[in-house]
């Protein structure tokens, strides 16, 4: 028995098949599927002329959802059901979907078969990948997961995708978001950002205030990445497949892994089952930098009503200026009111307020003056290379590091970072820690 949304899907499907968007071509059309040009099908063309004065081309799920809604529509398949004469579908004309709007640099996607294409994949091989029939999450075989799970001390759970759907996130992160422009205030996995920048904004302020957001990745829903997706001009068919790969639905075993203590645990395990951005996935960081664009646009509003600075570092807000007592309570309900109404949580127990007097930690960096490394990292890697320099790098490598060298290294460019004298001195040591026998 055709129901009233099978109908409309049909319908949908057909009038934006090849042919005029006029009245009399949607009714022949409509008459393609039915068999028949019925009466009802006028008022039904009147009603989508209105509706859309050009033809939705990227949208058929949506023209389908609003047919659905049309009185003479359902009164149709009422009155057939009624009469034991149920409406047929006699032929289903169908039509690729088209690009409409093309709002960035992006390229054109006009269907699942483009996609397939771009990507070097079968249909079949795509659909897999997107998991659109949610085997992912459902199959207890860990070889037909997309991804490796694992619980960290730090009670978050890593969701790294494999080899192959990882190569195609590569691919689509440098292909498709990046075009996509991102607000000023983002500064983490931000090309030409970092660390440094999100926290020179805020160097010899007299106060810093910096505000934690609760498993970042995991509150950005897949709904909002298809909304991201479909801005971009998308259509919808491929920002549901592009969606399907670059969000993630927890498999329910791995969720009972998940430690008892986990902090807002029953929160976190509902956002992990829904599908959302994985923890892992290197398209993650930008997607969450763009759906949070809206985040930083009211924040940055926020802060210009206060006369402070905001900047954000992946799920580290932060604010700065000359504020009083009272103004800092004010700003702080005020962040945490909006943070909620964008679909986010704050930390209550990582939200720190400091003073000149105190010393203002942003990302690792201390920004009291000039955005630098604490003195007692630079101090303890100081004591490392020295010690190695005498007794060989493996000797100090007492957390066995698979890559010792390459490790301190990167901690000598982080905590040398703008700073001559740190960096001369320890360029120096690194250089006979490295030459140690």
């Not at 390229?107 to 771009?118: F, H, K, Q, R």
């Not at 009972?256 to 398209?283: N, V």
């Not at 307020?353 to 630079?378: F, I, K, S, T």
Request: proline fraction near 8%.
């Amino acid at each position: 028995m055709t129901t009233v949304r099978a109908l409309a899907t049909a319908l949908a499907d057909a009038f934006l098949s090849d042919g005029g968007w006029h009245r009399s071509h949607l009714v022949n059309r409509g008459g393609l599927v039915l068999g028949v040009r019925r009466r009802w099908l006028w008022p039904v063309a009147d009603a989508v002329l209105v509706a859309y004065p050009h033809p939705p081309r990227d949208r058929p799920r949506e023209l389908a959802a609003f047919l659905a809604t049309l009185d003479p529509l359902r009164g149709a398949v009422t009155a057939a059901r009624q009469h034991g004469r149920p409406i047929a579908i006699r032929a289903r004309p169908v039509a690729p979907t088209r690009t409409v709007r093309h709002p960035w640099h992006t390229p054109v996607i006009d269907d699942i078969g483009d996609l397939a294409s771009m990507l070097d994949l079968s249909i079949e091989h795509l659909d897999w990948y997107a998991d659109r029939r949610d085997m992912n999450r459902r199959a207890t075989d860990q070889r037909l997961h997309h991804y490796h799970y694992r619980w960290t001390n730090r009670s978050r759970l890593i969701e790294a995708p494999k080899p192959r759907l990882r190569a195609l996130q590569r691919q689509l992160l440098a292909e498709v978001l990046g075009p996509i422009p991102l607000h000023p205030a983002a500064h983490g996995f931000v090309p030409s950002r970092s660390a440094h920048t999100f926290a020179a904004a805020h160097a010899g302020q007299p106060v810093v205030v910096r505000i934690d957001l609760l498993a970042f990745f995991t509150h950005i829903p897949a709904t909002r990445v298809y909304g991201l997706l479909r801005t971009a001009g998308y259509p919808e068919p491929v920002a549901h497949t592009l969606t399907g790969l670059f969000t993630t639905r927890t498999p329910h075993a791995v969720l009972r892994q998940a430690p008892t203590d986990l902090p807002h645990r029953s929160a976190r395990l509902a956002a992990l089952r829904a599908g959302h951005l994985p923890q892992g996935a290197p398209t993650s960081p930008a997607l969450a930098n763009l759906c949070a664009y809206r985040l930083d646009r009211r924040l940055t509003s926020l802060a210009d009503a206060f006369a402070l600075t905001y900047t954000r570092y992946a799920d580290d807000l932060a604010f700065s200026g000359d504020l009083t007592d009272r103004r800092t309570t004010d700003l702080i309900s005020a962040v945490t009111a909006i943070v909620r109404d964008e679909g986010f949580q704050t930390h209550p127990d990582k939200t720190h307020v400091r003073g000149q007097a105190d010393r203002q930690l942003l990302a690792g960096l201390v920004v009291n003056h000039r955005p630098a490394a604490p003195r007692d990292e630079y101090d303890r890697l100081r004591a490392i290379l020295h010690n190695a320099a005498r007794t060989g790098l493996e000797a100090q490598n007492y957390t066995g590091h698979p890559a010792f060298a390459e490790h301190l290294t990167g901690r000598v460019a982080w905590i040398a970072h703008h700073h001559p004298t740190r960096a001369a001195k320890l360029a120096k040591l690194l250089a006979q820690a490295l030459t140690a026998p």
